[in-house]
C-alpha cells in the first residue's frame, strides 16, 4: 500500500539556521516525489519534484531535496531559513505519468515556525 | 498563463443541504483531479477526471461526485451534506505527472 511519513509534525527553527524535514514512502514501484508548501488558508505551492536522474533535485526559494532509493527517502532541505519560510510542507508520491493513475499521497505535513 | 482557479472560495452550508464547487484547470490541462483536507485526515484523493472521464477514485462515499466538462472545468458535487464534511476542498490540474493546485474552497458544514 502507498503511504508517506513525515516523522515530525512540527519543527522550529531560528531564522538563518539550516532545515532539513524528513519524509520516506511505501510505494510499488519507483514513484514521482514532490515537496509542497501551503500558508495558512492557501492551496499548496510545489517546492520541487523528483521524476529521474540527478537524485538531488533544487526548487524554489532556496530549497533542494534529495531522493534516498535504498532508504525510500526525500528529505527537504535549505541550507538558511528565511522568516516568510514559516509554513506547512507536505511530502507527496504520485504514479509516474503514462500509467494511467494521476493520484497523489500526502504525508500529514511538518509545520515550520521560524523564530527571530 | 492562468493558475487553476476555484469557486467559491468559501461557503457555508447546513446538514443536508447540497454543494457544487467549481475548477477550471490550467488551458491545455486535461486532467483534474479533487482533495480534501481537514485537521484529522489531512489531504485525502477524492477523484480524478481525465478528458470527462472519471479516471481514479478515493475512498468517499457515493454523496461526493464530480463530473468533467469538454473544456476540462470540473466540478464536484456533494449531497446530503454532512458536519464531516466541513474542509478545504482542493483541485488540482496535472501535466505528464506535475499537479498545480487551485486555492481551494473552504466549505464550513453547520
Known amino acids: 500500500a502507498q503511504s508517506v511519513t513525515q516523522p515530525d509534525i512540527h519543527i522550529t527553527v531560528s531564522e538563518g539556521a539550516s532545515l532539513e524535514l524528513r519524509c520516506n514512502y511505501s510505494?510499488?514501484?519507483?514513484?514521482?516525489l514532490f515537496w509542497y508548501v501551503q500558508s495558512p488558508g492557501q492551496g499548496l505551492q510545489l517546492l520541487l519534484k523528483?521524476?529521474?536522474?540527478?537524485?538531488l533535485v533544487q526548487g524554489i526559494k532556496g530549497f533542494e531535496a534529495e531522493f534516498k532509493r535504498s532508504q525510500s527517502s526525500f528529505n527537504l532541505r535549505k541550507p538558511s531559513v528565511h522568516w516568510s519560510d514559516a509554513a506547512e510542507y507536505f511530502c507527496?508520491?504520485?504514479?509516474?505519468?503514462?500509467?494511467?493513475?494521476?493520484?497523489?499521497?500526502f504525508g500529514t505535513g511538518t509545520r515550520l515556525t521560524v523564530i527571530p | 498563463k492562468a493558475g487553476v482557479t476555484q469557486t467559491p472560495r468559501y461557503l457555508i452550508k447546513t446538514r443536508g443541504q447540497q454543494v457544487t464547487l467549481s475548477c477550471s484547470p490550467i488551458?491545455?490541462?486535461?486532467?483534474v483531479s479533487w482533495y480534501q483536507q481537514t485537521p484529522g485526515q489531512g489531504l485525502q484523493f477524492l477523484f480524478e477526471?481525465?478528458?470527462?472521464?472519471?479516471?481514479n477514485k478515493g475512498n468517499f462515499p457515493g454523496r461526493f461526485s464530480g463530473r468533467q466538462f469538454s473544456n476540462s472545468r470540473s466540478e464536484m458535487n456533494v449531497s446530503t451534506l454532512e458536519l464531516g464534511d466541513s474542509a478545504l476542498y482542493l483541485c488540482?490540474?496535472?501535466?505528464?505527472?506535475?499537479?498545480?493546485f487551485g486555492p481551494g474552497t473552504r466549505l464550513t458544514v453547520l
Open positions: 523528483y521524476f529521474s536522474g540527478d537524485t
Open positions: 510505494y510499488g514501484a519507483t514513484p514521482y
Open positions: 507527496a508520491v504520485g504514479a509516474r505519468a503514462g500509467t494511467g493513475a494521476n493520484n497523489l499521497f
Open positions: 488540482a490540474s496535472s501535466l505528464e505527472g506535475e499537479q498545480f
Open positions: 477526471y481525465f478528458s470527462e472521464t472519471q479516471r
Open positions: 488551458s491545455g490541462h486535461r486532467s
